[in-house]
């Protein structure tokens, strides 16, 4: 007779029944944000009004709803649908959701403007809609570090560098469009979150949305054409945000060198040759942002 796998390990069976009782309680015991986020979730809070794409009932890649049961879902194990990841919304009345957040783009935007958040808050299982203008703050942890995404002209755009100074990619770059607005961040920090997490998650249970929940309040910004997403970049441009003068510059390649020079200008940690270095290559404005971010302020 074939022996057992114990047996021929050498391994008690007291042994194995400890480690599948010591696997199964930890099954049990996981953050229900963190046990459902490789596979299809719930998602409440999504707008009625929210248009599908073409002919589906998707109103973003993945977010669908049930033709039986009207219910949205959302499945991050489909091959090339937005992971879930540690982080925290933080919403436009200052309360925070923390647990695993999902960030959606749609097919023609670029990599680095996002449209919706997807946020399975600690101690629930199902994944609230964040919306245009729902959130003033959204972080995730990702390997290479947190990322960034702040409410700009109807989007959530990544930061590159975060800091006294923000740099960001510029999403009208190459257009006539005109600059929006940030977030001033002395607004971030005197948001009180008012209704509080509960508060939220109960009126989404109740059939409203983020923006119905919280009570009314300026949207972060104006809703970014489509028609944007159509542009093609040739040349990067860039969004730097002074958070203490709440003052946002474009920075092309035509006005980099002097946009670099003007910075440094009051800079003792950089001399001449650091500046030098910065203000020379386009390329060097994130390595130029964080120095200046790190040694001057």
Known sequence: MTNSFAQRCHVPFAAIFFLAMVMA?????????AAFTKQKVNVIGVPGDAQPIGETRCVFAGVCSSKKTGIFTYDPGIWGMAKFHDGEVLLRDGTKLTGRVAILNRAADWNFVKRIALVIPEGETDAIYIGEGDAALITQQRKKGPRVFDPYDGAYLQRLVSGTLRLSYNPAAGTSRPLSDFL????????????????VIDALKDGRTVSQSLSEGTSAGRALGDALGSIEITEKEYLLYDERADQLTAITKANYRGAMERLFSGCTAADAKTVKSFAKKYKKIEEAISFYNASCL
Do not use: V
């Open 184 to 199: 001033p961040a002395g607004t971030i920090g005197s948001l009180s979150g008012a209704l509080g997490r509960q508060g």
């Open 25 to 33: 309680l930890g099954l049990i015991l996981s953050p229900p944000a």
